[in-house]
């Protein structure tokens, strides 16, 4: 499967201000998706992100606070902006490789995000 | 109710043992049905896909009954790096989003 790596890997950061997150793929994907993951919680998708296309997002996520970029078929950037205690959580971006393995998600190894 | 419900545990068994996980879910047009394994401060790695007939790798044996809307992970003689939390993952009707369960805590004690 895909090696998907992400920077930073944790980050501590005061309320108000933005992180900028990013993964990388060692191949080409089409299909890559931004997830957080609570304290304790499972994991709910904030975003798709396609490339060439606007970010797809869900209930409950918009542009203004979680802005994606998807530069490329093996890049994409995810910003926290304008942080709060609350957005302390794990990022993490996964991407489906398809054909044979169509609908199966390979997760990066996750952002630890602290917010004080 | 929620899309996709699991028995948040602990599991507790000793070395050996075979347990059982369940998973129910909402959505009846939902296409493809996965359980992924999470180590404590990893990333969820897939563990195996589920087929309506069932399939089996190793140990693992998951099961898929579509009128029940129920999935289920068999575990026999459970290792001790079993231990992680077994995530019940559910596609929706396209097959292109995922939905998590909250997730199932395992403990092999020796």
């Known amino acids: 499967s895909a090696v998907i790596s992400q920077k930073p890997s944790r980050d501590i950061c005061q309320r108000g201000t933005s992180l900028t997150i990013q993964c990388q793929v060692d191949?080409?994907?089409?299909?890559m998706f931004w997830y957080r993951q609570q304290p304790g919680q499972s994991l709910t998708l904030i975003a798709t992100?396609?490339?060439?296309?606007?970010?797809?997002?869900e209930s409950g996520f918009v542009i203004d606070k979680f802005p994606i970029s998807r530069p490329n078929l093996t890049f994409s950037t995810l910003t926290v902006s304008n942080m709060s205690p609350e957005d302390s959580s794990i990022y993490l971006c996964?991407?489906?490789?398809?054909?044979?393995?169509?609908?199966?998600?390979?997760f990066g190894p996750g952002t630890r995000l602290t917010v004080l | 109710r929620k899309e996709v419900e699991q028995d948040p545990g602990p599991f507790n068994v000793p070395e050996g043992a075979t347990v059982a996980f369940n998973c129910t879910y909402s959505?009846?047009?939902?296409?493809?049905f996965f359980w992924y394994r999470q180590d404590c401060r990893k990333e969820p790695k897939l563990l195996m896909s589920?087929?309506?007939s069932g399939n089996e790798d190793g140990r693992f044996t998951a099961q898929l009954n579509r009128a029940s809307q129920y999935i289920s992970l068999l575990i026999r003689d459970s290792k001790l790096s079993d231990s992680a939390t077994y995530l019940c993952?559910?596609?929706?009707?396209?097959?292109?989003?995922?939905?998590f369960g909250g997730g199932t805590r395992l403990m092999v004690k020796p």
């Open positions: 996964s991407v489906e490789e398809g054909g044979r393995k169509k609908y199966e998600q390979f």
């Open positions: 191949s080409q994907v089409t299909m």
């Open positions: 992100a396609n490339q060439g296309s606007e970010a797809t997002y």
């Open positions: 959505n009846s047009a939902s296409q493809s």
């Open positions: 589920v087929y309506s």
């Open positions: 993952v559910v596609t929706n009707n396209a097959g292109n989003m995922l939905t």
